[in-house]
């Protein structure tokens, strides 16, 4: 007995299956981006966040010891 197989259907689905990785592969890429850029922007505004609080700090430091040497001076 002799089996005749076609192998295009077999054929078309590896490459649907090949074409599948590929889009996975740059939907991948794509969501490491926006992580990298999400990161990113989130250090830059963590470091504009701690500069402003950092400023902040320095001018209380400022207005107590003013207060400070006003009370001193009396």
């Known amino acids: 007995e002799i089996f005749s197989i076609d192998f ?3 054929k078309n689905i590896i490459s649907e299956i090949a074409s599948t990785k590929s889009e ?5 890429n794509n969501i490491n981006q926006i992580a990298k850029h999400l990161n990113e922007n989130k250090n830059n505004q963590t470091e504009s966040l701690m500069s402003d609080y950092q400023n902040q700090l320095e001018n209380l ?3 107590i010891k003013k207060v400070v040497q006003y009370i001193s001076e009396g």
């Open 8 to 10: 295009s259907e077999y």
């Open 24 to 28: 996975l592969k740059r939907i991948g």
């Open 61 to 63: 430091e400022n207005k």
